[in-house]
């Protein structure tokens, strides 16, 4: 499916890198080892030597397979390999995943290049005795070898030199494909220092144009970078449940805890957590505020302050129980950090038994950094919870709603479809911690937080409800995407011998999980008559929701743990609701044995669409835009559901944002295979920001979309169902500027407007001259561009009209991305 270009250059640096290979040799040593000094992270490394005494490291110290046990890459380690070949005449490898008699990890090989799905056991004693045996054997015979003047320790075997020679050729096309790929704009002026501007010819073949499908350009959301609570979620008091716990973030801050952006003041005032009673099992801790003789307040100050606006309405609600046996009032206040009042109304405490009360707060002027106070009068004692405060205008006027301006944004980028709620969200830390939709759903008081993956707490006050809610409002398709019976590939250890990614659910409570998969679908497309339909009627959406795509896991290792519960996930849901278009997943690459395993498993299983992932260098963009050319058009469709460029300091600019259009234009080209994109993360708070690039940055106030942003906005708002074939001719065929200059021409048939997007990644301008007399057209042309330095970080698209001629022989200026709308007559 991925055959590699290998140019005439690499042929070169491959006939002359080695001097062996000029070398008649039959067969050779072949050292395998890790590297002490970083302790095995860097993989399996292997060196070679016709003598057993002289060796040659190839790379230096490439790896040529990997540790997938253990947390994010500082954690994957890789100790005391040892390698041997099988009875069958595969390689065979173990190694230790910690100390001594610690847990070990097997895998296997054909050729030392490709390997087979990793298994764990928790000491060599749990193999099989035949393979056990081997590796006592194989372990006692390692031997010492010095590899670029350092002392290595590993396994030396007498090998063909055809399998060294493999080994060599796989380095340097790995090293030959990664320099390509690492090209960035900045070695431009050296790399086209006598480039002249260019000429391309687009010429259209209306006879070979193809439907493509109508979801491409969607969004993915994820509660990471703060998307959510803090985020999206219109919800201004933070830790409004008093569920948060210092193991949300892992023990490590241990002001991380219940009464966390909460401050008692006053006197003698003193605020307790208690669990005696509560609300709901779901939220069984809440507050206890006990007052001296001159009164106290509890204050609560957001997520880094309350942004209010003057003359804006704020509804508070609150769960309030008196502990005196007489009621209480309570004042509300919103303070700035000056103290003075800008908002205030009074709140009954009831006597005897929880009670919900609400009042409205009119901010009499606009403060960035507000906070929310109770004030009570002397000696009173309450219990408090589920203190909210949310905007009267949310995202349509949506009660529990979503930030107007941040929902808006997404809006405008026009996905046809969004994916929640992840990402690693979705299958969780461990098993413990696998999102489960139906805490999601129902009151408030009784949706059940957790700890985020991410390192902070998820209220769940946008669930699953909230999330379908917001599809229909902006017209985009839900893709709800549930865990494979597996946590994250990067779980940590929660209490399970082999860790969180190792292990899946159980094989006696899967039944159980793939009911909760099946009530998914019934709760989202259901009528009222049905246990989870009445549900959904009861939360105020007695119409389904009307599913038509579930994900099942999410960028998975693809072991024999995982490809058991997909199968048995999968079946279940293709046998009760054969309508509804399940998306599987090939790993967390493009390449690799999760990527070639997760293929092979869709295949055999006649999965309708894969999930695919990549995060990589725009040179890879550049180079690969053949990617989806080569794939067999009967095998499973693709969605890809995670994508961004990413550069060394991990910017989003207008370099990024060229290269991801790039892709995009070559994403258009195969609309029949590629059904779905979208780009990844999505939304990332400042001060809060755990991973980079994301496509909005926001803080309370303000939203700052990205330079790519505008152009998923383009493609979002110009997408066609129709692509239509061209022949391009060059001026300058040379690799690096012809792959630096993209287009696409599509049209809408709805509307029957052609679209023509048009790409120029090089340093000088572009003459682009396209032959559109085959079409009837207006002779007005919509045209908008995004131009700049490749550095630049904040541009906005530049709309104007032109006419048709000019759209017919247009100049891309250097570092621009240009689309061309125009109406048929």
């Known amino acids: 499916m991925m055959v590699k270009k290998i140019t005439g250059l690499f042929l070169c640096v491959v006939v002359f890198c080695c001097r062996a290979w000029c070398q008649d040799l039959d067969s050779a040593w072949l050292f395998a080892y890790t590297k002490v000094q970083n302790e095995g992270r860097g993989g399996l490394h292997f060196a070679w030597s016709n003598d057993g005494q002289g060796w040659h490291a190839i790379g230096p110290e490439f790896g040529f397979v990997k540790s997938d046990y253990g947390r994010w890459g500082s954690e994957k380690r890789m100790i005391a390999p040892v390698l041997f070949a099988g009875a069958d005449g595969a390689w065979q490898c173990v190694w230790n995943l910690g100390g001594k008699n610690s847990p070990v990890a097997y895998t296997g090989s054909p050729d030392l290049v490709h390997w087979i799905t990793q298994s764990y056991y928790l000491n060599e004693q749990e193999l099989k005795p035949a393979l056990a045996q081997q590796v006592a054997a194989a372990r006692s015979q390692r031997q010492e070898a010095v590899v670029l003047g350092v002392p290595e320790t590993g396994s030396r075997v007498k090998v063909p030199w055809s399998l060294v020679d493999g080994l060599i050729k796989k380095e340097q096309l790995t090293r030959y494909r990664n320099q390509l790929w690492g090209e960035t704009t900045r070695e431009d002026a050296l790399r086209f220092a006598s480039l002249k501007p260019v000429s391309v010819s687009i010429r259209p073949d209306r006879s070979r144009s193809k439907k493509i499908g109508d979801l491409l350009v969607g969004a993915f959301f994820e509660d990471i970078n703060y998307a959510a609570d803090g985020g999206l979620y219109a919800e201004l008091i933070q830790n409004r449940d008093f569920e948060y716990h210092p193991s949300d973030r892992e023990y490590r801050d241990q002001s991380w805890n219940h009464q966390k952006a909460w401050t008692a003041s006053g006197a003698g005032t003193v605020l307790t957590i208690d669990s005696t009673a509560p609300i709901h099992p779901n939220n069984n801790h809440y507050a206890v505020l006990r007052t001296g003789g001159s009164g106290g307040a509890l204050s609560n100050e957001g997520f880094d302050g309350i942004a209010v606006k003057a003359g804006e309405r704020y509804d508070l609600s609150l769960f309030v129980r008196s502990l005196t046996g007489r009621g209480v009032k309570l ?19 009831p006597a005897t038994a929880w009670r919900k009360q609400t009042a409205v707060l009119t901010a009499a002027k606009t403060v960035a950094d507000a ?58 830390d461990g098993i413990e911690n696998i999102y489960n939709w139906k805490n999601t759903i129902g009151p408030l008081e009784a949706r059940k937080p957790q700890r985020n993956l991410w390192g902070y707490h998820q209220s769940m006050g946008l669930g699953y409800f909230e999330y379908f809610r917001f599809c229909e409002d902006i017209g985009a398709q839900p893709v709800p995407v549930v865990a494979a019976g597996v946590p994250c590939q990067n779980s940590g250890l929660h209490g399970h011998p082999l860790g969180g990614q190792q292990c899946g659910i159980p094989l006696k409570d899967m039944d159980s999980y793939i009911q909760d998969v099946l009530d998914l679908v019934e709760w989202a497309n259901g009528d009222v008559h049905t246990k989870w339909g009445k549900a959904r009627a009861a939360a105020g959406h007695p119409e389904p929701f009307h599913l038509k795509y579930i994900g099942i896991g999410n960028e998975d290792l693809i072991s024999d743990v995982f490809a058991e519960r997909f199968t048995m996930i999968y079946n279940a849901v293709k046998k009760k609701y054969p309508e509804i278009t399940v998306i599987g997943t090939v790993g967390p690459f493009f390449e690799g044995t999760d990527y070639e395993q997760g293929w092979k498993l869709a295949t055999e299983l006649r999965v309708p669409v894969v999930d695919e992932h990549y995060y990589v260098a725009p040179g890879w963009f550049i180079y690969n835009q053949d990617f989806y050319d080569k794939y067999d058009r009967s095998k499973s469709k693709v969605y890809l559901g995670e994508y961004a460029a990413h550069l060394p300091g991990r910017p989003n600019n207008l370099e990024t ?40 940055y926001f803080n309370n106030s303000t939203v700052k979309p990205t330079t790519g942003y505008y152009v998923q906005q383009l493609f979002g708002r110009h997408a066609g169902d129709v692509y239509i074939p061209a022949t391009a001719l060059y001026s300058d065929n040379n690799e690096k500027v012809r792959n630096r200059v993209a287009w696409s021409l599509v049209q809408d048939t709805k509307s029957g407007d052609l679209v023509l997007k048009l790409v120029n990644l090089l340093p000088v301008s572009v003459s682009v001259t396209t032959d559109l007399a085959g079409f009837r057209l207006a002779q007005r042309v919509q045209k908008t561009v995004l131009q700049g330095n490749p550095a630049d970080r904040a541009l906005v698209p530049v709309e104007a009209t032109v006419s048709l001629k000019e759209a017919e022989k247009m100049t891309l200026e250097p570092y621009s991305f240009t689309v061309v709308r125009v109406k048929q007559q």
């Open 331 to 349: 004042t509300a206040r919103l303070m700035d950090k000056d103290g003075a009042v800008i908002a205030s109304a009074v709140v009954s405490g």
């Open 371 to 428: 906070r929310l106070e109770l004030a009570l009068p002397p000696g009173a004692t309450v219990a408090l919870d589920m203190i909210s405060l949310f905007p009267r205008k949310t995202f349509k006027g949506r009660k529990n709603g979503l930030r107007e301006d941040l929902a808006q944004s997404i809006a405008d980028l026009h996905p046809r479809f969004i994916r929640f709620p992840g990402g690693c969200v979705a299958h969780g």
């Open 657 to 696: 944002a060229l290269a991801e259009a790039i892709h995009l234009t070559t994403l258009e080209r195969n609309g029949d295979v590629v059904q779905m994109a979208s780009y990844a993360p999505l939304l990332a708070k400042e001060g809060h920001t755990q991973w980079s690039p994301d496509l909005i």
